[in-house]
């Protein structure tokens, strides 16, 4: 494995951070680059001793503290939110952001928080929309014009097309979910940018041929949240009498949810070219696969709804989250 890049499958909020955590440990990757949209994203990583972490801007993977963290420059950043994980989660040093990193100021801050993109869009009110249209009008600032930002400035193309020329691991992360994207998703129900694998590659500098494996990520069931179409979409009684209420990492809004949806799951594997597929939370449909690191300890059920996705996708399932838990993982990528 030389460059891995994890996109979420369906509307966000698939437990992508928890993946790439994962993937972030057990694979010992030199860098870990976030591409994406913007603090609109919101990650949830539980590490070992049980700590809860809620990332929004930092690359999920920022728990190996071997790897470099790096945000591309078709990301827009927050400078307070950066720095203030940064400095909560001890990241200092290791953290950086390529000098063309739009950034966001109060001003989109308030942009977002009103009018269209609150009411119908539903929108996170983190400045991310506001921003990006700012930048496609050429008037936004970069990292580069912030003297506060300097001393996090690297060249992050540079940076993950040089470790790799030197056999080093990358890990790709996206944010977001295909559907959400501005170019496939449910437009106008959608986020700011193409949040799609060739998105996420072209926000951090990687080229079409540096790719080798793209995980897609899939919950075991599908939520939504704000506005914007839902197939089948569940009342939220029923949704929380099967264990399915969520609440948004950055917004707390409640999640709408509906079953795993086959359909949009084969449209999102053609649209990011996976070579994988990830499904979290195996545990939430069935009770008795919590914490199980091995396949052959899932319940027959559990097993039949792996393998019914593999054989209806034709992708392998490679990796089953079985709870929050870095480590409550099945690793299928040696045994399939
Ligand atoms: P915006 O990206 O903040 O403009 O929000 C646009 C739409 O995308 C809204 O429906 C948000 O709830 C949704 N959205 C944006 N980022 C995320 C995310 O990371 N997870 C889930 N939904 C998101
Ligand atoms: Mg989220």
């Known amino acids: 494995m030389a460059s891995t890049v994890v996109v979420g499958g369906f509307f966000g909020d698939e437990g992508k951070g928890k993946i790439i955590s994962y993937l972030a440990i057990k694979d010992n990757p030199g860098v870990i680059v976030r591409g994406g949209a913007g603090p609109n994203a919101g990650h949830t990583i539980r590490d070992d001793s049980g700590k809860v972490y809620k990332v929004r801007m930092l690359p999920s993977g920022f728990l190996n503290k071997n790897a470099k963290v790096m945000i591309g420059p078709g990301v827009v950043v927050d400078p307070n939110v950066l720095k203030k994980e940064i400095k909560d989660f001890g990241v200092e040093g290791r953290s950086f952001i390529d000098r063309h990193c739009g950034v966001i100021e109060e001003s989109h801050l308030a942009r977002d928080s009103r009018g269209e993109l609150k009411e119908k869009i539903g929108s996170t009110g983190s400045g991310t929309g506001p921003a990006n249209s700012d930048r496609a009008m050429r008037v936004l600032r970069l990292a580069k014009d912030l003297d506060s930002l300097s001393s996090m400035i690297v060249d992050v193309p540079e940076e993950i097309n040089s470790a790799l020329d030197a056999d080093e691991d990358v890990l790709v992360e996206g944010t977001q979910g295909t559907f959400l994207s501005l170019w496939h998703g449910t437009y106008p129900f959608v986020t700011s940018k193409d949040v799609t694998a060739s998105g996420i590659c072209a926000d951090v500098g990687l080229g079409p041929t540096k790719v080798d494996e793209v995980i897609a990520v899939f919950k075991s069931y599908v939520t939504r949240v704000g506005t914007g179409p839902l197939q089948n979409e569940l009342s939220p009684e029923e949704a929380k ?43 939430v449909l069935f009770a008795e696969c919590a914490g199980k690191t091995s396949y052959d300890e899932l319940p027959a059920k559990a097993r039949s709804f792996i393998e019914g996705i593999e054989e209806r996708l034709g992708t392998p399932v490679t990796i089953i989250g079985t709870g929050p838990a870095i480590n409550d993982v099945v690793d299928r990528r040696n045994t399939t």
């Open 241 to 283: 009498r099967r264990g399915w209420s969520e609440f948004g990492t950055v917004t707390g809004r409640q999640r709408r949810a509906a079953d795993f949806d086959f359909d949009l799951a084969r449209r999102a594997i053609m649209l990011n070219g996976a070579t994988q597929i990830s499904i979290t939370k195996l545990d």
